[in-house]
């Protein structure tokens, strides 16, 4: 009988665990940047959970040195989600009753910074059940760019290129020929799942449009690639021409160094001159001083005139006025005269003149 008892008591305890129980299994999402990932939790009640609903939602960072986080709660028929500025604005029930066994929810505008496992947790007194989802957010292939690494001539080696902007690694690369025969080199097709392609020795029938296609788990992108492959170019004439333009470039840059040092030095020898003050040369005579000695030199002649000569001296001489060039004459220096007594110039045979009277300018009286 007591053995009974216990059975029945274990059964009981066992059927009043399984009271509240969530049916949606524990699963891994994968979603790319951007868009809106749903995360479900659906429960069950018993007849035995009669206490108040309550739901709560938990992030467990992929950084696992952050601590858990609240997202969103239930609690007395009020939601709360404002516990994780992260995601605050961002995650939301998707159901709006809650008590009909529906406490999904979604993230919209998924970021890196949402990776992570959340956890659901349901509690209705006595019954208790939790479950727990990996979110993975990806990043799709965009801004894809196909170009040619190399010359495109015959007979060079040069490499296809396919890089994409960004993506979610793993990536995985299809190329494929879009136009002619669309029909790849052999030694290609052991590089058509890769970035690059290395092309060898290469001709003509190369050329052509290529597309590459990147993908990874969350979408893909593609990028087109024109390749022409031309004969070699004239390359010594090339660098003869680039070789001469660089001589002319040189001579010209001589030259107009040149032609500013002389201008410079133009100048700067012009200052100089201008500036230059000569203490050797004396400074020119004044007319005044230069008329004074010339008209003096004349009265002295005139002691030897007789009164008749006078007359056309006086008209002629006096009314001269000494030029520039008379002005700045050397003149030799003079002798003062010897004075001689009125007696000894009388034996000496000289014949008394009547000088006549000059006023101060020099005028005759």
Not at 40 to 66: M, V
Not at 138 to 160: A, Q
Not at 313 to 321: G, L, R, W
Request: include cysteine.
């Amino acid at each position: 009988m007591a053995l009974l008892l216990r059975v029945v008591l274990l059964c009981g305890v066992a059927d009043f665990a399984r009271s509240l129980s969530i049916t949606t299994p524990e699963q891994m999402i994968e979603k790319a940047k951007g868009e809106t990932a749903y995360l479900p939790c659906k429960f069950t009640l018993g007849a035995e959970d009669q206490g108040p609903l309550d739901i709560e939602w938990l992030l467990s960072p992929a950084d696992n040195q952050k601590v858990d986080q609240v997202i969103i709660l239930y609690s007395g028929d009020k939601i709360y989600d404002d516990y994780y500025q992260d995601l605050k604005g961002r995650v939301h029930f998707t159901s709006s009753d809650l008590k009909s066994g529906d406490a999904s929810i979604n993230v919209t505008n998924l970021q890196l910074s949402d990776i992570g496992t959340y956890q659901c947790k349901v509690k209705k007194a006595p019954g208790v059940g939790n479950k727990k989802i990996q979110l993975t957010v990806l990043v799709k292939p965009s801004g894809t760019r196909c170009y040619v690494d190399g010359s495109e001539e015959i007979g060079n080696d040069f490499k296809l290129k396919c890089e994409p902007k960004e993506g979610s690694l793993p990536l995985r690369y299809e190329w494929q020929k879009l136009s002619n025969s669309q029909k790849l080199p052999t030694s290609w097709l052991a590089e058509m799942n890769s970035p690059v392609i290395s092309v060898k020795n290469a001709t003509t029938e190369y050329s052509g449009t290529y597309s590459c296609t990147v993908k990874n788990r969350v979408g893909s992108d593609q990028c087109l690639l024109r390749l022409d492959v031309v004969p070699p170019s004239n390359r010594a004439g090339t660098i003869a021409g680039a070789v001469i333009g660089i001589l002319l470039a040189l001579v010209l840059i001589g030259l107009i160094v040149f032609c500013c040092h002389k201008k410079r030095r133009e100048k700067k020898y012009e200052k100089e001159v201008h500036h230059d003050i000569r203490e050797d040369v004396p400074p020119p005579k004044s007319r005044t001083s230069t008329a004074r000695s010339y008209m003096g030199s004349n009265h002295s002649s005139l002691g030897s005139m007789s009164p008749s000569n006078m007359e056309g001296y006086s008209k002629t001489q006096y009314n001269q006025v000494p030029s520039e060039d008379f002005e700045r004459a050397p003149q030799s220096p003079t002798l003062a005269p010897a004075k001689v007594a009125a007696p000894n110039l009388s034996r000496m045979g000289a014949v008394p003149v009547m000088i006549p009277a000059q006023s101060k300018d020099g005028s005759i009286v």
